[in-house]
């Protein structure tokens, strides 16, 4: 198995939290920081089910 050599340089980020309900505007807010922004910006966005 060939080895190669890498490095990652990770760099201070921001987090922004945006937390509300169903069609309250988060996903159209994420999509304007991502048009405005010269900065990388990644969108993850997670459910919660209460059972």
């Excluded at 937390?19 to 997670?46: C, H, P, R, Y």
Aim: positive net charge; hydrophobic residues 40%.
């Amino acid at each position: 198995m060939e080895q190669r050599n890498s490095t990652l340089e990770l760099r201070k980020g921001k987090i922004v939290f945006l937390n509300g309900l169903t069609s309250s505007g988060k996903t159209s807010i994420v999509d304007a920081i991502q048009l405005t922004s010269d900065e990388f910006f990644m969108s993850l966005q997670m459910i919660f089910v209460k059972k």
